[in-house]
Nanobody, 125 residues
Framework: QVQLVESGGGLVQAGGSLRLSCAAS????????MGWFRQAPGKERQSVAD????????HYADSVKGRFTISRDNTKNTVYLQMNSLKPEDTAVYYC??????????????????WGKGTLVTVSS
């Protein structure tokens, strides 16, 4: 059974940092793109960042560029999201996602084969 399990969420003050992890099990994802989405209360789920199979190519939402960094360790079947300079508007449930292709730009649900259950990030002002 394929599972994506997120961890690392929590409560942090504005300006602080958190590191999210997404551990995959059930199959290897070393040849597929991975990424992070988030959904704030009352809003649609949006793509935050994605990373290609090798880790060379990344994309970020404009709202997080320069503050968030996505990375992956294929030996551990794990993807990370380092979040710095957090703002209250970053408050959301963050979801890990596994794509269908080695390189793809995550947008909406297209091309997403697996989802994690999410981890809550709350940024206080």
């Amino acid at each position: 059974q394929v599972q994506l399990v997120e961890s690392g969420g929590g409560l942090v003050q504005a300006g602080g940092s958190l590191r999210l992890s997404c551990a995959a099990s059930g199959r290897t994802f070393s040849s597929t793109a991975m990424g992070w989405f988030r959904q704030a209360p009352g809003k649609e789920r949006q793509s935050v960042a994605d990373i290609n199979w090798s880790g060379v190519t990344t994309h970020y939402a404009d709202s997080v560029k320069g503050r968030f960094t996505i990375s992956r360790d294929n030996t551990k079947n794990t993807v990370y999201l380092q979040m710095n300079s957090l703002k209250p508007e970053d408050t959301a449930v963050y979801y890990c996602a596994a794509g269908r292709y080695p390189t793809q730009r995550f947008s909406g649900d297209f091309g997403i084969d697996y989802w994690g259950k999410g981890t809550l990030v709350t940024v206080s002002s």
